[in-house]
């Protein structure tokens, strides 16, 4: 192995450590609050990603990184009222009942993916990237939307420790 295909390796994986720190902080978070491991955790995070894709396809604003980031918004506050009708509806009244509990997020990950199937298909989908371009250093290369994943990663980890360190 070259010096340059470690150092593309380690900037992939990387990449993809950040991705899963997200999604980690996020089970990690619901658990030690909720005290339920919620399997459709993941699939929220993939209704996010549906309602930014049809959300970028439905802009009005041919300004990419507006309508990327109202989507965002628009995202954040879908998802997080599911998550709270979801919460509120199955979660609250098996609190303390791990099993019960375990039961429900397995049957609700399944229920969603397969309305997800039904409504959205099967077939890939994808948005215009709004971060453009390659950063090349030391033989190994990344681009700048993986960058910024990465960044992001990392200021929301700094964020959500502050706030569970400084917060009731």
Same mark, same amino acid.
């Given at each position: ?11 992939? #994986? /990387? ?10 902080? #996020?089970?990690?978070?619901l ?13 929220l995070y ?22 990327? /980031? ?30 019960q ?9 399944m ?11 099967v077939?890939?989908? #994808? ?8 950063i090349r250093?030391? #033989? ?6 993986r ?5 992001v ?16």
């Open positions: 192995m070259t010096l340059e295909l470690i150092l593309q390796s380690i900037v992939n #994986g /990387l990449t993809l450590g950040a991705i899963y720190i997200l999604v980690a902080l #996020g089970l990690t978070l658990f030690s609050i909720m005290h339920i491991l919620n399997f459709a955790h993941g699939e993939m209704l996010g990603a549906f309602s930014i894709y049809f959300f970028m396809q439905l802009a009005p604003i041919e300004n990419p990184l507006f309508n990327y /980031l109202v989507g965002i918004i628009i995202t954040m506050v879908l998802v997080g009222l599911m998550g709270i009708v979801i919460e509120k509806v199955f979660f609250k009244r098996v609190r303390g009942k791990p099993i509990g375990l039961i429900i997020a397995m049957a609700l990950s229920l969603i993916q397969g309305l997800s199937t039904y409504l959205f298909g077939s890939d989908k #994808g948005i215009r990237s709004i971060f453009e371009g390659v250093f030391g #033989g190994a290369s990344i681009s700048v939307e960058a910024v994943v990465i960044i990663s990392v200021v929301l980890v700094i964020l959500l420790h502050l706030f569970v360190i400084y917060t009731k």
